[in-house]
Each structure stands twice: as structure tokens, then as C-alpha cells.
């Protein structure tokens, strides 16, 4: 019941926070590809989908983002044999925009899932901190650009680029 509740009052927190934030188009979904790097393994390539809200009412430069990626092409081991990383991550985000206001400098910090797969073993998943840094390019009202470097535990990370349409 407590779980519920507490549920509730986050849900509700941010229903009244994202409107004013208002008329930037505080919501954004979009996608991206990436280098993911991981100790001992040859870069891989990966893919990147998520979505996020700003959340000035709360306070300015304050948002929340999900992130779903997955490995298309596994980073290879110095064995030959390859490894699969699959994450799921929720953040905190910070967002300042520079002079000009098209560019902006991102933080985010949060927890992440991580699931490796290696060929030569069974799958293995646990949650760890994560964090990340990043920029953006504001082209239009609802499209932006982005690039972000994230860091998910100590042996694995992924810099990805991408696009945002923001809502």
C-alpha cells in the first residue's frame, strides 16, 4: 500500500510539474547509435531509445530520462568470442543552456540495469549507478540532436549519437 502512495505522489508531482515547464516542448522521445566500449573487448556497436521530460517547474534545468540500449554488433573479447550488453536505466537530469540557447550542456545520474551475455557463458545482470554527459543541438522547436558519453559501471560504457523530437 505504502509502495502505491508513494507511487501515486511521484506520479502526481510530475503531471503538475510538466506544464510549466511549457512551452519549450518539455517532452522527447527519440533514438540514437553508439559505441559501446567495454575492459578487455574490441568496441562494439549499439542502439539507443529514450524518452524524458523537463521539468523547470521543479526546478530550471531539471528533467527525468529512460534508456533502453542493446548491442547490434557485440564488442568482441581478446578470446574471439563476443558479448552482448543490453541496459535499461533510469535518470535525473540536468540541462544548461549555453548563450545562444540552440546548444546545451547535459548531466544525468541514475540507476541503471545491466545485462552482459557473454558467448562462453550464461547471462549475467545486476543494477549499478550510472552516469553521464553529453550535448545537445536544438534545431527546430521539436527536433534536436544529441551526443552523450554514459558510463555504466566500472567495465562498460557507450557513446552514442542521436536525434530527439521533442513534443
Request: proline letters at 4%; aromatic letters at 8%; zero cysteines.
Amino acid at each position: 500500500m505504502q509502495r502505491k502512495l508513494v507511487l501515486g505522489a511521484m506520479v502526481a508531482g510530475l503531471a503538475t510539474a510538466a506544464p510549466a515547464a511549457g512551452a519549450e516542448n518539455p517532452v522527447y522521445f527519440g533514438g540514437g547509435v553508439g559505441i559501446q566500449s567495454a575492459t578487455g573487448h574490441d568496441d562494439g556497436l549499439g542502439i539507443a531509445a529514450k524518452g524524458g521530460a523537463q521539468l523547470d517547474g521543479v526546478a530550471p534545468g531539471f528533467g527525468v530520462e529512460g534508456e533502453l540500449t542493446t548491442s547490434l554488433m557485440d564488442p568482441e573479447g581478446a578470446n574471439g568470442l563476443d558479448t552482448s550488453f543490453t541496459t535499461l536505466g533510469g535518470y535525473a537530469t540536468y540541462l544548461v543552456p549555453l548563450p545562444d540557447r540552440r546548444v546545451s550542456l547535459k548531466a544525468r545520474l541514475g540507476l541503471a540495469w545491466v545485462d552482459s551475455d557473454p558467448e562462453w557463458a550464461g547471462s549475467d545482470s545486476d543494477v549499478w549507478v550510472s552516469w553521464g554527459l553529453g550535448g545537445q543541438y536544438r534545431v527546430s522547436s521539436q527536433l534536436s540532436a544529441f551526443v552523450e558519453h554514459t558510463r555504466y559501471d566500472s567495465d562498460f560504457d557507450q557513446l552514442t549519437g542521436g536525434v530527439l523530437v521533442h513534443f
